[in-house]
């Protein structure tokens, strides 16, 4: 069993650069390939940014591409979200999750198996 835990979000001004951590526990847990996912209110869930196991794979969505990075300490148990240019369209409870049967990132909610309780990031100035 794994279990995550997000942290870093918070009340940001536009144009901020927040780093959402996602601390995991399990052993196994640097076999797996970790996402994150973002839910804004009123909306569906949606994919943000994936990583492999090793972290030599990364994928994102087109609406964060170039300005967010993914990243993973397997020695910490961690993956992180730098957040680069924020927008108040990036208001969301952001999600990290964990598929512990791929190595590799998919942008599909459905198959990761662990989730975290989610970090509520706001953008307003």
């Known amino acids: 069993q794994v279990q995550l835990v997000e942290t870093g979000g918070g009340l940001v001004q536009p144009g901020g650069s927040p780093r959402l951590s996602c601390a995991a526990s399990g052993r196994t847990f640097s076999s797996y390939a970790v996402g994150w996912f973002r839910q804004a209110p009123g909306k569906e869930r949606e994919f943000v940014a994936g990583?492999?196991?090793?972290?030599?794979?990364?994928t994102y969505a087109d609406s964060v591409k170039g300005r967010f990075a993914i990243s993973r300490d397997n020695a910490k148990n961690t993956v992180y979200l730098q957040m680069n240019s924020l927008k108040p369209e990036d208001t969301a409870v952001y999600y990290c999750a964990a598929d512990r049967d791929s190595t590799y990132p998919s942008a599909s909610d459905f198959v990761y198996d662990y989730w975290g309780q989610g970090t509520q990031v706001t953008v307003s100035s």
């Open positions: 990583i492999s196991w090793s972290g030599g794979t990364t």
